[in-house]
């Protein structure tokens, strides 16, 4: 991959004639496991003003894309990365070049963390962004509990599942934090982010509802806190986060509050549960084994700080 160190590549926002070859190649388009109809679904979100391409970049030889990269500013202040994919023949020069673009961009949009999930059939794009500054954090296993296969009991009678009223409110935010105390998801991320940024987040995931947001309290004192999504168009419940505060752990709760979702689940008429776990996670792993969750892809996540805070999260 030496045959253009030479000469430099011209390194520029991916131009409409090139989106369809740009984006192809930042998802993986060489990889087996990419599908032409995720290019044609992005092309068409586009059109509809659904999504931008203002973080696509491509690195061009006359008309012919050599590399691309995509970075999503999304909300909550973190940037989401897709790529670098290279042709075969081209250096990994190129590719530095647009991460370094990236970042860039990132910055600019007032980003305080990109990362990157990355599959195990595309290992050379987790090489480049490492040899760019990128952490490798761990693996992420993205588990399904389907709904005919499980049968879970409700929660114990004594807790209350409050659904959240103001997701920006102290109280709420305070609860939050303390469920990250200690907690073995990627600790890592500890003071990489403000809790503020983390719920933004999780509310742009949730479509900008918190109707399936709830906390968890016994005797009117709150002990943890549960996250979920609706995607309605694929039959899914999404558990994006749950989590109890340090006195209320190991005492049989994660159980009740697995078993909550799975209720929820089957009342919204969902196909499926889906959620994604740090696989060093033990303790996780196994509760969702459990309740049947079954691993149906792994991705490796990849981290670069652009900002510390003074919070502590997770």
């Given at each position: 991959?030496?045959?253009?160190?030479?000469?430099?590549?011209?390194?520029a926002?991916?131009?409409?004639d090139?989106?369809?070859?740009?984006?192809?190649?930042?998802?993986?388009?060489?990889?087996?496991?990419?599908?032409?109809?995720?290019?044609?679904?992005?092309l068409?979100?586009?059109?509809?003003?659904?999504?931008s391409?203002?973080?696509?970049?491509?690195?061009?030889?006359?008309n012919?894309?050599?590399?691309?990269?995509w970075?999503?500013?999304?909300?909550?202040?973190?940037?989401?990365?897709?790529?670098?994919?290279i042709?075969?023949?081209?250096?990994?020069?190129?590719?530095?070049?647009?991460?370094?673009?990236?970042?860039?961009?990132?910055?600019?949009?007032?980003?305080?963390?990109?990362?990157?999930?990355?599959?195990?059939?595309?290992?050379?794009?987790?090489?480049?962004?490492?040899?760019?500054g990128?952490?490798s954090?761990?693996?992420?296993?993205?588990?399904?509990?389907?709904a005919?296969?499980?049968?879970?009991e409700?929660?114990?009678?004594?807790?209350?599942?409050?659904?959240?009223?103001?997701?920006?409110?102290?109280?709420?935010?305070?609860?939050?934090?303390?469920?990250y105390?200690?907690?073995?998801?990627?600790?890592?991320l500890?003071?990489?982010?403000?809790?503020?940024?983390?719920l933004a987040?999780?509310?742009a995931t949730?479509?900008?509802?918190?109707?399936?947001?709830?906390?968890?309290?016994?005797d009117?004192?709150?002990?943890?806190?549960?996250?979920?999504?609706?995607?309605?168009?694929t039959?899914?419940?999404e558990?994006?986060?749950?989590?109890?505060?340090?006195?209320?752990?190991?005492?049989?709760?994660?159980?009740?509050?697995?078993?909550?979702?799975?209720?929820?689940?089957?009342?919204?008429g969902c196909?499926?549960?889906?959620?994604?776990?740090?696989?060093?996670?033990?303790?996780?792993?196994?509760?969702?084994?459990?309740?049947?969750?079954?691993?149906?892809?792994?991705?490796?996540?990849?981290?670069?700080?652009l900002?510390?805070?003074?919070?502590?999260?997770?």
């Open positions: 991959m030496n045959s253009h160190d030479s000469d430099h590549p011209e390194i926002a991916a131009s409409p090139h989106y369809g070859a740009a984006l192809w190649m930042a998802t993986g388009g060489r990889s087996r496991h990419a599908h032409r109809g995720r290019v044609t679904a992005l068409a979100a586009e059109k509809q003003g659904k999504i391409f203002d973080g696509l970049m491509t690195a061009t030889r006359g012919r894309v050599v590399s691309s990269i970075c999503l500013s999304q909300p909550g202040r973190i940037g989401a990365i897709w790529g670098p994919g042709l075969a023949d081209e250096a990994d020069s190129t590719a530095h070049l647009l991460i370094r673009q990236a970042i860039q961009f990132a910055k600019q949009r007032d980003c305080h963390l990109l990362q990157s999930l990355v599959g195990q059939e595309n290992r050379a794009a987790g090489n480049l962004l490492v040899s760019s990128f952490q954090i761990t693996l992420l296993s993205h588990l399904e509990a389907v005919e296969d499980v049968q879970a409700p929660p114990r009678s004594d807790l209350k599942f409050r659904r959240c009223q103001d997701f920006r409110s102290e109280a709420f935010r305070t609860l939050v934090s303390q469920t105390d200690s907690s073995l998801d990627c600790p890592e500890d003071g990489m982010r403000d809790v503020e940024d983390v987040g999780y509310y949730s479509h900008q509802s918190t109707y399936n947001w709830y906390t968890l309290e016994n009117n004192e709150m002990m943890g806190v549960i996250i979920t999504a609706h995607h309605s168009e039959q899914q419940l558990l994006i986060y749950f989590g109890l505060t340090p006195r209320f752990r190991k005492l049989g709760l994660g159980s009740e509050m697995i078993r909550f979702v799975l209720q929820l689940a089957q009342f919204l196909r499926s549960t889906i959620t994604g776990v740090d696989q060093r996670n033990t303790p996780a792993m196994a509760l969702y084994r459990h309740f049947g969750f079954e691993q149906f892809d792994s991705k490796e996540l990849l981290l670069l700080p900002r510390l805070s003074s919070i502590a999260v997770a």
